[in-house]
């Protein structure tokens, strides 16, 4: 019995590098790890399929965000395909300072974060997107808890954003509110939306509320390095951070060991990219439309040929 | 002059003058800075501050880096024993749900299927007819065919190997502590602070080092769910050989026990039914981690709940939250069941084995011919995606119509709860001086319980405030405290009502039942949306969580009253109003007592729950430590929370010995 699975795994195994366009190195597992978000885990799926293609073995793993990092330095994971320049680049480089991490280049995607207000708002408040037309209509999000200040609901503490200084800097009459995650974010949008009601929130792209709910991201002063840093840069001479957010790369990382195990590996999950448009349409598929995550990677792999087969053919 | 003099003597005056020195204080703490320019009045000074954390993360780099222990190193050690684990609970799991495999990763090969839906829920019918009757067969049955039906099978499969894997663990550590503890009081001694850290200080704080020392999988969530769940078992182990009539053991000794035979022949067996709770809090624990051991990996129900309530799909969320209350109910119910058991009725050998064991056999046929039968028809295998059911957007629908039509009816509520009794709690609480805290809470145990336990308290005050969390802890005694106020006036009257009608009781025990189970985050999610992110949401989730104990204990201590002091009420000609005041709820306040003790343990343990929805208080520091990696910050953040519990726990303790004492002289 032994025998005969052995052998029935060596033909497959044949049978599966014969189609393949490179030669594998080791058939040990490449650990992929997935999180809890739709976004994430198509994209982590998508580098595996392409990975099998190539005739690696792929095993996908379960971690945390951050807590992942520990893995990662060990060796226990390989690979992670999503870490964004605006809530990991702390954790980030911290891992590669240890030399057993490194930053595999860019994922392709673009992290947007910035204030966002849904499109019914537009009628009550002339002028929106401009953040000088929301500041002239705070107290229509004010509630009991903020009046007379209107009411901003920011991210969790942990995601930073320095929206407290942000509204300090800029003079606005507005409170800012954070919840604790972003489940609790877009629970609060969800019944705001059905009302119809007053809500001005952090939102961030790619992800499917863009797509599910109309709105627009609030325009502030464009950032810069210099406003971050340097008070007299920027509407405010005295403050730092009178400007809007910095949107950032996403970024795929991996274990230091990896390219010496699976060079081959390696380069593919350097070259492999995916766009912002790419990821919306994938995640709405997914969460709004109830097609499965595998289903989704399948036809986003079948419609790009053309893109996949330069990374895996080299 | 008497008067005055009995006044200062009277028990509540030591009371008053504490409540109001600390009114006062807190109230003209911050005028009181300003005017002295003294900062440290409301601040504890930065200098003093003892930098715990950074040592402690210090530390746990070590202990995963370099620790050496001469022919490996502690990391080696503790994945040795993450393998010893990995390996059986590979093994459950491709039984149950993944099926047996060969290779590894996307190279693997399915050798073998795991047993089909129609086998196991025979067996589980099986085990309720043989623990009881065909009702609890019934009834487990049909909580299991749930779970095919509403789609939720191989999740479920998944926690269930879990849960497979974990309780007997659980239960021999707990037991083998146990029995150190019965034979060696120092060991007792030391083990029980430990056991009681371990129950409080919230699992987040300690998620990071486990991960690293066990590696990353479902067998780091198994370590984290059984440090969780295994301290009770401990604790009612000891307490269950304690308590085994001397007689008992007299009757071992003279028939010449050795020290082996007397443990595992006399008190083990003696202790059994006892030892059966322990093995159902172990149950109900590890099924109460779930949500949080899919967070590292453990996958499983808890992470379809997770996702679906991440991509705002509330009827997602309720079905896969269903199915964690329904296996509860399932397993709760077969374990209880095993305890009262009557032990059955030893058959002549010449039998033959069919007709000795009927279900046995039974069982094995039926799950080898499906096994066979599932190989060809994929039906048998696994319950037909067609077939399933799912409550659609049924849920979101009614959300969104509640939503709409009674917003404001809830705002107004809610805006009334925070003017009245929040926000004025909130200012008393975050107003106290850190100084003058330590001292009242000091000058409070030892009121309580004595000078020792005015110096734990005191101590431990000053933990909290040396470690630079000081204003924190007094938003969770807040907002805990807010929380188990409202919790106990709902639940103790409910518990009242439950404790004297036997139909009520049957309805509130199993709504609470389900409270307990199903995982918060399920109704946290629809009460951020009718009352927004802030402390208000947090408290209802809070109240929700920690109501059934109270409920709980109110109605055990009522039914177990005994009934000739009902009698003797009734006799000597009360009314029912005075029989309940002046007769039952006297006797009950033990019970009661222990009631509030436990809803305060579960209030405190959903902070890290409510900091997902943004309150700022400890739990908030130990869900910041966790996505920030900083093991340090955590476990000092989750340290004031043990702490804080601790002292509750022992005040409320003390208190409920002495209300015993004074109800047995009664």
Redesign the interface.
Known sequence: MKHS??L??GL??AL?STSSLAAPES?????ITTH???GQIVNSTIL?KLL?KAGY???Y???????????LE?G??HVATEIWETTGR??MDAAVATGKVVNMGEGGMQAIEEWWYPAYMEEVCPGLPDWKALNDCASEFA???TAPLGRY?GG???WGGFDDERVKALEMDFEV????????????L??AY??K?PIVLWLYEPH?APAKFEGSFIKFPPYSAECYQDPSVGINPNAAYDCGKPTGPIWKVSWAGLEDKWPGAAKIIKDYTLTNADMGALVTKV?LDGVSIDAAADEWIAANEAAWSKWLAQ | MNALIRFFRAPWTFWIALLLITWTLSTWSFPLYKALDARWIIRFPSQLQVPLDVWLTAFFKWL?NDADLFFFTFRDLTRFLSSLIEWPYDQVRALMADGFE??????A?E?APPLSWIAVIFILIALGRYARDWWLAALVGGCFVYLAVFGQWDSAMVTLSSVIIAVPIGVALGLGIGILTYRLPWFDRLIRPILDLMQTVPVFAY??PV??LF???PVAALIATLIYATPPMVRIASLALKSVPTEVVEAGRIVGCTERQMMWRVLVPSAMPTLMVGVNQVIMLTLNMVIIAS???A?GLG?DV??A????DIGGGIEAGVAIVVMAIALDRLSQAFVRRPPSAILPANLGTLRRHPWLVTTLVVVVVTYLLGLFLPAVQSYPAALTLTTGTFWSDAM?WI??NY?DTF?AV??FF?TVLLLPVKRFFSGIPWAWGIIAMGLAAWRVGGWRLGLMAALMTTFIAASGFWAKAMITIYLCGVSVLIAYAIGVPLGIWAGQNTRVNSVVGAIMDTLQTLPS?VY???V???F???DFSAMIAIVLYALAPAVRYAAHGIRSIDPQMIEAGLVSGCTPRQLLWRVKLPLAAPSLLLGLNQTIMLALSMLVI??????RDLG?EV??A????DTGHGIVAGLCVAFIAIIADRILTALSKSSKQRVEAA
């Not at chain 2, 309530?309 to 705002?312: A, G, V």
């Not at chain 2, 966790?626 to 990696?629: G, R, V």
């Open positions: 699975t052995t029935v795994a497959l195994a599966i058939q040990d597992p490449i650990k809890d978000w739709t595996g099998q073995n792929v095993e793993v379960q971690a945390d965000y951050i807590a992942q990092f520990a893995g060990t226990d994971l702390e954790a509630t009991a808890e609901l969790p503490v942990t509110v954070h919840a604790g995650t972003d489940a609790a974010l877009f629970a609060e969800e019944s059905q009302r009601a499917w969460d | 995963q060969s290779g590894q990763g996307s190279n090969v050798i998620l990071v991960l690293v590696g990353f999988g967070m590292i990996g996958g992470f997770l996702s309530l991440r991509r705002l969104e939503n709409i917003f705002e809610k805006s925070l985050f946290l999610i629809p951020v949306m009718l927004r992110v802030g409510t900091a997902l929805v943004g309150t908030q869900y910041i966790l996505t920030k990696a």
